[in-house]
């Protein structure tokens, strides 16, 4: 019975970071109706990141944090002006197209840096033990700190006049226009937020797990399922969507073998699709 | 200016002939330069190159009165099986290799031997110790390696030594090699008398184990055995050892057999892993290097350790040199014959083949040894443990408890 509880907290530790990295996503998906197929390879950038910096500077990977934070902002700006501006409004699948060879492009030259070996990061917190069962420390940090940014990105898009704008946008470009609110640079802007969540959840990932150049792929496959758990374009629902799917992780992986967690996940995820259509914790249309 | 150029190209074109002149044998080989293989698939690749460096520096490969250059051909077949058979089939069509060398890992060595046979090619096999491709009436492979059924009977045996009631859960990647492996450790282990309380295989690209960790806690198992290769072993270690698993015994396939496994720390002490060959096993070469010149050659040239990847990549090259050196002959028959009638003994140990149509080219002779994580001097290593009379050092058990 332990086993079960310690397996569903543990589920939900996990899950918050993956709600983390699928926000990103979502995000941008929200504003401008751009799936950014950068996503994976920049969660592995954050990762890399924050192993350049530990191991060549010995920052903490908690302090890491903040550069990767700007330097995610930054590289998303300029993704946008890249792969991005040209692409919005246009049909779907011509952003798919781009961001998919941005994200080949990267892929190949991180491969050719630093092959494909797995890198590890070590983090020394100490755990919380409930009987047999340990909750690294690591976990705890990491849940937490990816409800809190989640908080602190609510707070901004609905109390900041940014945030608001980028709201604005969401929900109609035409009409945020019309009363003078800089759409494209909203828009840059809000890549550059997705991009800079993506790095700061790779270097969340990068404290609890191992990782390769190739990590990328399947955190935005997780991310997907998030999104539609959480609702298409709602960052909030995103981090409801990853303690949703790290919940079911948890109570599912008790009585099942564990190679068929990934079957009832995706099982779901097209129930979801069918009963749900636009996600379970969205109401309405550009609910940013 | 015309004229000129005429010359030339005529030069050009009298001048291939005598390039010609040179005798080459041609190998061919996929690599996994990139993809979840790359680790362990790099060290058999120096082991390849290495051999091949030797043997070109003393001259080549002496056929009948000749000389021969090897000359290799390779593809990155990025850790992809459906890579392999295209890669393959160019490797003999286009690129009309002599002989051929498997790709690393059991899964990659499957499809291309259905390529090598098809061909009828010669294919050594130092990478893929599944012995189901070799069951299946085959004519030209040759496995120089101990195959899958045997790489974990030596930790069965070393743990009912120490704890003959071991309650052991077997957590295991999903690939050809690993079940291999672990289907025939759990027959092993319950002959032992040991209590089989787990048994789950996990997909080769589980990033996140805290699950099947806790299982293996609420399971009571004291064990565990299992594994796959590099990215998986290494990320499984590295979380028992955060969640405070406390096994007394974990025994691993391939992973902590690399150096880099000692990047992990204190998640790496005490971590068994079979082995076909370490730098402390000492037999005595009939003809080649003996260990310590083999590992002393190998440090100055790539600045790293050698492992038994590269060893056994570089055996695959002696194999095959030294059965081409007793047939007199390129012949594809008369090689296989030559590789038929082998039983020697090289720096990797015994090298004989069974030639029976049912298991035709598996090892029969090569014996693997335990290696195990310990401080040597402050600093992590491995030393081989078992067999008894190959040890280096004790067995460290139980593990001690991760301290946080």
Known sequence: ?288 | MKRLCFLAAAAALAATPALAQENTITIGFTDSQTGPLNVDSLGQQRGYEFWRDEVNAAGGIKVGDKRYKVKFVSYDDQSVGGRVQQLYTRLVTQDKADFLFSPYSSGLTAPATVISEQYGKIMIDSGGAEEKPFETGNKYLFMVITSASHYLSGAVAALKEKNPNAKVALVYSDDPFSKAVLAAAAQQAKAAGLQIVMNESYSPSTTDFGPIVNKIVSSNADAVLGGGHYSDGATLARQMHDQRANMKWVSLLVAPADDKFGELGQAALGVTVPSQWELQVNYKPQFGPTTAEFAKAFQEKFHAKADYHTASGYTSGVVLQHAIEQAGSLDTDKVAAALNAMDITTFFGRVKFLTDPGHHGLQAQHQMVLAQWQMIDGKLGRQVVWPAEAKSADLLYPIPAAKQ
């Open chain 1, 1 to 288: 019975m332990l086993g079960i509880f310690a397996s569903i907290i543990d589920g939900v530790l996990v899950g918050l970071v993956y709600g983390l990295a699928a926000m990103g996503l979502t995000l941008i998906w929200g504003v401008m109706d751009v799936i950014n197929l950068t996503h994976g390879v920049m969660i592995v950038a954050g990762m890399f990141a924050l192993f350049l910096l530990t191991s060549a500077l010995g920052l903490n990977p908690y302090v890491a944090m903040l550069p990767v934070l700007i330097g995610g902002f930054l590289v998303g700006v300029a993704l946008y002006w890249i792969s991005i501006h040209r692409m919005v409004g246009r049909p779907p699948l011509m952003s798919l197209l781009s961001t998919f060879a941005v994200n080949l492009v990267l892929i190949g030259v991180g491969t050719a840096v630093w092959g494909t070996a797995l890198f590890n990061v070590e983090v020394s917190v100490p755990g919380i033990s409930m009987g047999r069962y340990t909750f690294p420390g690591a976990h705890i940090v990491a849940a937490v700190l990816a409800a809190v940014i989640a908080a602190v990105l609510y707070l901004f898009l609905q109390h900041t006049r940014l945030g608001k704008s980028v709201r604005a946008v969401a929900n109609n470009r035409e009409a945020a226009e019309l009363v003078g609110i800089p759409t494209t640079r909203v828009l840059a802007i809000s890549v550059g937020l997705g991009v800079a969540l993506a790095g700061i959840s790779g270097v969340l990932i990068a404290t609890l797990f191992p990782f390769t150049v190739l990590s990328g792929d399947g955190y935005q496959l997780k991310g997907f399922v998030v999104t539609v758990l959480g609702g298409f374009g709602n960052p909030v629902g995103a981090l409801l969507g990853g303690v949703a799917l790290g919940l079911l992780e948890g109570a599912v992986t008790p009585f099942v073998p564990v190679s068929w967690t990934l079957v009832i996940e995706f099982v779901l995820f097209v129930l979801v699709l069918i009963a749900f259509p636009t996600g379970i914790f969205r109401s309405r249309r550009g609910a940013l």
